[in-house]
């Protein structure tokens, strides 16, 4: 069970897990589900309530995943509060000019950002592995791309010349956040299930 209803988080998880052949299913998929509160002070501590959350309900094996943009200018800013940081139902395109309208007089060596992720498995015997990840980029002036999701269109990669939203699925999911943190959940993951056989 993914912890998620975000589309793109869920496309890209499925994504980055497909070698390990698991079927996921996501909140969009399950009805009568317990609502999230999202109010930890950390991606970590939202990702272990979400896993919780789902898996009391459950009761079998939970993935969940926090994740968001921290801007150094800002503070560290949205953090947490990155996919609700223009309004509570805010949309991406909402959260991302209010970014970009917040950043307009921020130097270009100074727009440094990363995403971080956090992710968390529980499993139904208490089992419980956790892993983070963290790609560092730039704030873009304007949008650029139609890949991804998020704070994608302004999230600029130094490296490849382009923001994450031009990156093509196989290459963002080769370097982001949630596929580092993945990759460092994987082998935990392997162990975890070779035991189960």
Request: charged content about 25%.
């Amino acid at each position: 069970m993914l912890a998620s209803s975000n589309q793109g988080k869920i496309r890209e998880i499925q994504q980055i897990l497909a070698p390990f052949k698991i079927k996921l299913l996501s909140l969009l998929e399950i009805d009568n589900l317990p609502p999230i509160v999202e109010d930890g002070d950390s991606f970590a501590a939202n990702a272990l309530k979400k896993a919780r959350t789902i898996q009391e309900h459950t009761k079998g094996w939970v993935l969940a995943d926090d994740s968001g943009l921290e801007v150094e200018a800002l503070g560290g800013a949205p953090g947490v509060l990155s996919a609700r940081y223009s309004g509570e139902k805010a949309t991406d395109t909402e959260n991302n000019t209010k970014l970009l309208h917040e950043m307009e007089k921020v130097a270009d060596e100074q727009r440094t950002a990363c995403f971080k992720a956090a992710i968390v498995l529980l499993g139904p015997n208490g089992e419980q592995v956790a892993a983070e990840g963290r790609l560092d980029g730039m704030i873009a002036h304007e949008p650029c791309g139609d890949n991804g999701f998020g704070y994608d269109p302004v999230f600029y990669l130094p490296e490849f010349k382009k923001t994450a939203a031009q990156l093509t699925a196989e290459q963002k999911n080769a370097i982001s956040h949630r596929a580092r943190a993945l990759k460092k959940l994987s082998q935990q993951l392997t162990n975890l299930f070779k035991n189960k056989r």
